[in-house]
Protein backbone atom coordinates (compact mmCIF):
# COMPACT_ATOMS: atom_id res chain seq x y z
CA UNK A 1 0.00 0.00 0.00
CA UNK A 2 1.74 3.16 -0.77
CA UNK A 3 2.15 6.25 1.14
CA UNK A 4 -0.92 8.98 1.45
CA UNK A 5 -0.15 12.06 0.75
CA UNK A 6 -0.75 13.92 3.86
CA UNK A 7 1.60 11.66 5.63
CA UNK A 8 4.51 12.36 3.85
CA UNK A 9 4.33 16.06 3.10
CA UNK A 10 6.30 18.22 6.45
CA UNK A 11 4.03 20.25 7.69
CA UNK A 12 7.19 23.26 8.45
CA UNK A 13 7.70 23.29 4.40
CA UNK A 14 4.45 25.02 4.06
CA UNK A 15 4.99 26.94 7.16
CA UNK A 16 8.68 28.29 5.35
CA UNK A 17 6.77 28.69 1.93
CA UNK A 18 3.76 30.92 3.75
CA UNK A 19 6.39 32.89 5.47
CA UNK A 20 8.28 33.81 2.71
CA UNK A 21 5.22 34.49 0.69
CA UNK A 22 4.37 37.19 3.74
CA UNK A 23 7.38 38.23 4.17
CA UNK A 24 7.35 39.42 0.01
CA UNK A 25 4.56 41.47 0.35
CA UNK A 26 5.64 42.84 3.57
CA UNK A 27 8.54 44.03 1.50
CA UNK A 28 6.66 45.23 -1.17
CA UNK A 29 4.31 47.34 1.17
CA UNK A 30 7.68 48.79 2.45
CA UNK A 31 9.11 49.83 -0.86
CA UNK A 32 5.34 51.64 -0.92
CA UNK A 33 5.57 53.41 2.45
CA UNK A 34 9.59 54.16 2.58
CA UNK A 35 10.46 54.06 -1.25
CA UNK A 36 14.34 52.82 -2.74
CA UNK A 37 16.97 55.28 -3.56
CA UNK A 38 14.15 58.00 -3.23
CA UNK A 39 11.83 57.05 -5.27
CA UNK A 40 8.03 56.33 -4.08
CA UNK A 41 6.69 52.43 -5.11
CA UNK A 42 3.11 53.33 -5.33
CA UNK A 43 1.36 50.01 -6.21
CA UNK A 44 -0.34 49.60 -9.69
CA UNK A 45 -3.20 47.78 -10.09
CA UNK A 46 -1.58 44.53 -10.98
CA UNK A 47 1.19 44.89 -8.11
CA UNK A 48 -2.13 44.96 -5.79
CA UNK A 49 -2.98 41.83 -8.01
CA UNK A 50 0.23 39.82 -7.39
CA UNK A 51 -0.15 40.95 -3.54
CA UNK A 52 -3.23 38.61 -3.55
CA UNK A 53 -1.74 36.34 -5.03
CA UNK A 54 1.23 36.27 -2.35
CA UNK A 55 -1.55 36.53 0.09
CA UNK A 56 -3.24 33.28 -1.51
CA UNK A 57 0.24 31.50 -1.45
CA UNK A 58 0.73 32.74 2.36
CA UNK A 59 -3.06 31.93 3.31
CA UNK A 60 -3.22 28.46 1.88
CA UNK A 61 0.35 27.19 3.06
CA UNK A 62 -0.19 28.09 6.18
CA UNK A 63 -4.01 26.12 6.08
CA UNK A 64 -2.00 23.14 4.91
CA UNK A 65 0.23 23.16 7.52
CA UNK A 66 -2.65 23.56 9.91
CA UNK A 67 -5.16 20.88 8.46
CA UNK A 68 -3.59 17.33 7.40
CA UNK A 69 -6.90 15.81 5.82
CA UNK A 70 -7.53 19.22 4.06
CA UNK A 71 -3.67 19.19 3.17
CA UNK A 72 -4.11 18.35 -0.62
CA UNK A 73 -6.86 20.77 -1.39
CA UNK A 74 -4.93 23.50 -0.13
CA UNK A 75 -1.93 22.82 -1.61
CA UNK A 76 -3.33 23.26 -4.76
CA UNK A 77 -5.22 26.17 -3.66
CA UNK A 78 -1.66 27.57 -3.19
CA UNK A 79 -0.46 26.08 -6.35
CA UNK A 80 -3.16 28.22 -8.48
CA UNK A 81 -2.27 31.32 -6.74
CA UNK A 82 1.08 31.14 -7.86
CA UNK A 83 0.14 30.39 -10.84
CA UNK A 84 -2.50 33.10 -10.70
CA UNK A 85 0.60 35.54 -9.86
CA UNK A 86 2.49 34.02 -12.69
CA UNK A 87 0.69 35.43 -15.08
CA UNK A 88 -0.30 39.23 -13.47
CA UNK A 89 3.60 39.14 -12.98
CA UNK A 90 4.03 38.32 -16.37
CA UNK A 91 1.43 40.55 -18.15
CA UNK A 92 3.09 43.17 -15.97
CA UNK A 93 6.55 42.29 -17.04
CA UNK A 94 5.74 42.74 -20.49
CA UNK A 95 3.83 45.91 -20.21
CA UNK A 96 7.66 47.42 -18.55
CA UNK A 97 8.82 46.38 -22.15
CA UNK A 98 5.89 47.85 -23.94
CA UNK A 99 5.02 51.06 -22.30
CA UNK A 100 3.42 52.69 -24.98
CA UNK A 101 0.37 50.34 -24.76
CA UNK A 102 -0.08 51.58 -20.62
CA UNK A 103 -1.72 55.28 -20.83
CA UNK A 104 -3.15 57.18 -17.93
CA UNK A 105 -5.39 55.81 -15.10
CA UNK A 106 -6.02 51.97 -15.28
CA UNK A 107 -9.80 51.21 -15.60
CA UNK A 108 -8.81 48.46 -13.46
CA UNK A 109 -7.42 50.71 -10.55
CA UNK A 110 -10.69 52.46 -10.50
CA UNK A 111 -12.37 48.62 -10.16
CA UNK A 112 -9.88 47.63 -7.28
CA UNK A 113 -10.22 50.71 -5.71
CA UNK A 114 -13.46 50.18 -5.20
CA UNK A 115 -13.66 47.66 -2.92
CA UNK A 116 -14.99 48.05 0.69
CA UNK A 117 -11.69 45.73 1.88
CA UNK A 118 -9.08 48.57 -0.19
CA UNK A 119 -11.01 51.18 1.83
CA UNK A 120 -10.03 49.26 5.41
CA UNK A 121 -6.29 48.44 4.19
CA UNK A 122 -5.46 51.10 1.73
CA UNK A 123 -1.64 50.88 2.84
CA UNK A 124 -1.90 47.19 1.72
CA UNK A 125 -4.53 47.07 -1.35
CA UNK A 126 -4.78 51.02 -2.46
CA UNK A 127 -3.88 50.81 -6.52
CA UNK A 128 -2.42 54.23 -7.13
CA UNK A 129 0.60 53.43 -9.40
CA UNK A 130 1.06 53.13 -13.32
CA UNK A 131 1.71 49.80 -14.38
CA UNK A 132 4.33 50.31 -16.97
CA UNK A 133 6.23 52.99 -14.32
CA UNK A 134 9.96 52.55 -14.71
CA UNK A 135 11.36 52.70 -11.17
CA UNK A 136 15.22 52.00 -10.02
CA UNK A 137 15.94 48.44 -10.34
CA UNK A 138 16.53 46.38 -7.48
CA UNK A 139 19.62 44.71 -7.64
CA UNK A 140 19.74 44.50 -11.16
CA UNK A 141 15.82 43.52 -11.38
CA UNK A 142 12.51 45.83 -12.07
CA UNK A 143 9.80 44.62 -8.79
CA UNK A 144 7.68 43.19 -11.33
CA UNK A 145 10.74 40.84 -12.37
CA UNK A 146 11.53 40.03 -9.06
CA UNK A 147 7.82 39.18 -8.38
CA UNK A 148 7.76 36.92 -11.54
CA UNK A 149 11.06 35.11 -10.42
CA UNK A 150 9.71 34.49 -6.80
CA UNK A 151 6.05 32.81 -8.29
CA UNK A 152 8.01 30.80 -10.89
CA UNK A 153 9.76 29.59 -7.84
CA UNK A 154 6.55 28.71 -5.89
CA UNK A 155 4.76 27.35 -8.52
CA UNK A 156 8.01 24.77 -9.26
CA UNK A 157 8.06 24.28 -6.11
CA UNK A 158 4.67 23.84 -5.69
CA UNK A 159 4.06 21.74 -8.61
CA UNK A 160 7.25 19.16 -8.06
CA UNK A 161 6.02 18.47 -4.40
CA UNK A 162 2.70 17.47 -5.54
CA UNK A 163 3.44 15.37 -8.86
CA UNK A 164 6.47 13.98 -6.27
CA UNK A 165 3.61 13.06 -4.04
CA UNK A 166 1.21 11.85 -6.60
CA UNK A 167 3.80 9.41 -7.99
CA UNK A 168 3.94 7.41 -4.66
Request: a neutral charge; proline letters at 5%.
Amino acid sequence: MGIRYDEEVDPAKYLYLSLLSLGLVVSAVMLQQFGYQGVSFLPCPLCILQRVGYLGITTFCFLAASFTLLRKPFHLLATFSAAYGCSIAGRQVWLLSHPETSCGIDPLETWINQFQLVEGLPWLLKADGLCSAKLPAILGLQVPEWSLLWFTIFLAILLFTLFRKASH
